[in-house]
């Protein structure tokens, strides 16, 4: 809310939070950067970020629920896009905190940086539905992996799931090259989660090609979430997420979970609460 004057109090608009990714080759992905900063720039509302790069769209923003609308409408109808994006799907939450500080449209090497050369993520494993997820991880002879840093795992995970032990996604290859002999010669096949799926296509593509059998969450946590409103049967306390709202509730809902809750006992922990402080306190500068 803010205060006008003579004492009238205006409500401001909720905040809708969307995040939404598709591996699709852009031959000109400075390009489709420079038409995205102009609709972007015409969206009231909106902060976030967007990476492009060869291999795709990988983007997070927030804003009032008709700027997400347009914004979710013209990245899959936009005749200046070709189509490139058509079919992509969102996973929206609500925001109480503001999520982002401003607005970000970058081009990179890798929309999700993997550190694996020549991985075509459309090669993809086997997408399972949160529905059929839920009785895949029952089996036995499946072995669950948590696809995210040591930190996200501690803050919440699937029941039986395995942490691979990283502290960063790069770090994550050299652990299956460890064990993919063993699961290999056990007859396991692996099922993959992350957050929101992203992670887990690029992994799986990879994984494939070392002759390993590999699932994945369709959608990755948050669409867990989003379709099954009994989730937390299945999983463990929070979700984490990188923007200003830390942690997600199996509901969708931001928590009372803070920076140090999530950081202060990770090795790397000091770096990491000082580098998201900065940002959360950009976040809620004045004009932040």
Not at 185 to 203: D, N, S
Not at 250 to 257: F, S, W
Request: proline share 5%; net charge neutral.
């Amino acid at each position: 809310m803010v205060t006008m004057p003579h004492g009238k109090i205006r409500r401001m608009p909720a905040l809708v939070h969307t995040a939404f990714y598709k591996f699709v080759p852009l031959a000109d992905p400075d390009g489709v950067a420079a038409h995205l900063r102009q609709r972007l720039a015409a969206a009231a509302g909106l902060t976030g970020s967007i990476l492009l790069a060869t291999e795709g769209i990988n983007g997070m923003l927030a804003g009032p629920e008709d700027a997400v609308d347009g914004i979710e409408q013209a990245l899959q109808h936009d005749a200046a896009l070709g189509g490139a994006f058509a079919g992509m799907a969102f996973k929206r939450s609500a925001c109480r905190t503001p999520p982002f500080a401003r607005l970000k449209v970058h081009v990179k090497k890798e929309i999700v940086p993997l550190g694996v050369d020549g991985v075509d993520a459309r090669r993809t494993g086997i997408n399972v539905s949160p529905q059929d997820w839920r009785q895949l991880i029952k089996d036995p002879d499946v072995v669950l992996l948590d696809n995210r840093n040591s930190f996200e795992f501690r803050l919440g995970h699937f029941a039986g799931a395995v942490d691979p032990g990283v502290a960063n996604f790069r770090d994550f290859p050299a652990y299956v090259q460890a064990h993919a002999a063993q699961w290999q010669a056990q007859g396991q096949r692996v099922a993959m989660y992350c957050t929101g799926g992203i992670r887990c296509e690029k992994t799986s593509a990879w994984m494939q090609g070392m002759g390993l059998q590999v699932y994945q969450l369709d959608g990755g946590i948050l669409n867990y979430f989003q379709q099954m409103p009994d989730a937390q049967q299945d999983w463990h306390g929070e979700c984490f997420v990188f923007d200003n709202r830390v942690a997600l509730d199996t509901r969708l809902n931001e928590t009372a979970t803070t920076l140090e809750d999530v950081y202060q006992a990770t090795p790397d922990g000091a770096w990491r609460l000082a580098r998201a402080r900065r940002l959360a306190q950009a976040a809620h500068a004045p004009g932040g």
